[in-house]
Nanobody
């Protein structure tokens, strides 16, 4: 069965950095897109970044372009989200997702989700 497990969240001061990790298992993901989303209290889940497992093409939301970088390690079945210049408004639960989709910005485009990891940015 497919499992996505996020890690790396925590408390960081504004301007700091965090790297989130997503360990993927239970499936061959070569035809998948891996995405990162976040959800703040009272808000909808928001697309941040996506990467095609095969080929490595990346896509970013305008809100994080230039600050966040998505990458993958095929050998380890890991996906990462490097987050720099963090702001208090980046505080949210961050989710990893996997799907065979062309609608990589849509929550509905993904078939599998991790449990999420909390990121809190203090001012």
């Amino acid at each position: 069965q497919v499992q996505l497990v996020e890690s790396g969240g925590g408390l960081v001061q504004a301007g700091g950095s965090l790297r989130l990790s997503c360990a993927a298992s239970g499936h061959t993901f070569s035809n998948y897109v891996m995405g990162w989303f976040r959800q703040a209290p009272g808000k909808e889940r928001e697309f941040l970044a996506a990467i095609r497992w095969s080929g490595g093409s990346t896509y970013y939301a305008d809100s994080v372009k230039g600050r966040f970088t998505i990458s993958r390690d095929n050998a380890k079945n890991m996906v990462y989200l490097q987050m720099n210049s963090l702001k208090p408004e980046d505080t949210a639960v961050y989710y990893c997702a996997a799907g065979r989709t062309s609608r990589y910005t849509a929550v509905s485009g993904y078939d599998y989700w991790g449990q999420g990891t909390q990121v809190t940015v203090s001012s």
